[in-house]
């Protein structure tokens, strides 16, 4: 049973970081591509970063810079370093993993297993 569990949100002040975790129970981790997403109550999922199994990276405009994703296919753990954070950053933050076969496509349709979510509030 493939289990991804998410961990490190919390609440910080603007201009903080967080770095969010993400330990996935999933066998072949380093074939899988890995991708945060975020959501606000009341809005669509957006998406936020992913790693390809290669190690290419992608990220959502909103967030270049200031965010940066890795992995560690040891550990079966993808991470999240957050920095500069902003309110408008204020979130619940999912972990997601699609099969290496599958192309990069930001809509999340890819993406075959999600975990339940860290909260990330920022203040301002």
């Known amino acids: 049973q493939v289990q991804l569990v998410e961990s490190g949100g919390g609440l910080v002040q603007a201009g903080g970081s967080l770095r969010l975790s993400c330990a996935a129970s999933?066998?072949?981790?380093?074939?899988?591509?890995m991708a945060w997403f975020r959501q606000v109550p009341g809005k669509e999922r957006e998406f936020v970063a992913d790693i390809r199994w290669s190690g290419t990276t992608y990220y959502a405009d909103s967030v270049k810079g200031r965010f940066t994703i890795s992995r560690d296919n040891a550990e079966n753990t993808v991470y999240l370093q957050i920095n500069t954070l902003k309110p408008e950053d204020t979130a619940k933050y999912y972990c997601?993993?699609?099969?290496?076969?599958?192309?990069?496509?930001?809509?999340?349709?890819?993406?075959?297993?999600w975990g339940q979510g860290t909260q990330v509030t920022v203040s301002s």
């Open positions: 997601a993993a699609a099969p290496h076969q599958t192309r990069f496509n930001a809509d999340g349709r890819s993406y075959e297993y």
């Open positions: 999933i066998r072949a981790f380093h074939s899988y591509h």
